[in-house]
């Protein structure tokens, strides 16, 4: 895939009331591996609810894969893109402990019912690719 083929946002995790005390979660919380038709509900801390990340979409047209994909589904770029993906974590202090999604809530959802109660954001990032060639 060229370099200055136009890419777009891709969600691979949203979660929501993640409990104050919670300091971490741990490595490979949340996500099971690939998972046809999605992972129903994937575990989280308490009282933490999962949302549909964007596989849910990817996969809708596939009958052997569709189904609500909820959960971290990591990444996984092309091998044959030419460009380096970029992965952002961001994690929101926000003044409500539930916050107002419904119960098949997505990140535009999030985004939406957090307007108004986020006390402060914390943001890392990491790259990745398939692609030997490509270097980071």
Known sequence: IPVEQPRC???HWVMVDIPAGVRE????ACSEGVVPHGKPDPAGPARSRQGLNDYT?????DPAMAGDWRGY??????????RLHRYFFR???LDVERLDVPGRFTAADVFRAMHGHVLAEAASHATYSLNASVQG
């Open 91 to 93: 994690v929101f202090a």
């Open 25 to 28: 979660i741990a490595a490979g």
């Open 73 to 82: 589904d990591g990444p996984f770029p092309p091998p044959n893109d030419l």
């Open 9 to 11: 946002d891709f969600v």
């Open 57 to 61: 979409g990817w996969f809708a047209g």
